[in-house]
Nanobody, 114 residues
Framework: QVQLVESGGGLVQPGGSLRLSCTAS????????MRWFRQAPGKAREPVAS????????NYVDSVKGRFAISRDNVKNTVYLQMNNLKPEDTAVYYC???????WGQGTQVTVSS
């Protein structure tokens, strides 16, 4: 079955960095685009970044441009989200998503606070 397992979340001070990982199984990872979403308390889930199947095309929501970077390793079946210069407003549960069947991971909590 399809599984997406996120890791790498945690508590970080403003200005700090985290790298999220999402390891996929159960489908041909290298054939599908991947996305990161986030959901803050009381808010709707929003897209953060996306990457094409081969990794040659990426897109970001305006609020994270220049601070976040999405990448993927099609040998390790893993997509990453490097998050730099984190701000309190980045606090949310972060989810990875595959365009194969619309599957979601379980989410990983990111908290940015001093």
């Amino acid at each position: 079955q399809v599984q997406l397992v996120e890791s790498g979340g945690g508590l970080v001070q403003p200005g700090g960095s985290l790298r999220l990982s999402c390891t996929a199984s159960g489908f041909t990872f290298s054939s599908y685009g991947m996305r990161w979403f986030r959901q803050a308390p009381g808010k709707a889930r929003e897209p953060v970044a996306s990457i094409s199947s081969a990794g040659g095309s990426t897109n970001y929501v305006d609020s994270v441009k220049g601070r976040f970077a999405i990448s993927r390793d099609n040998v390790k079946n893993t997509v990453y989200l490097q998050m730099n210069n984190l701000k309190p407003e980045d606090t949310a549960v972060y989810y990875c998503y595959t365009s194969f069947g619309g599957y979601w991971g379980q989410g990983t909590q990111v908290t940015v606070s001093s």
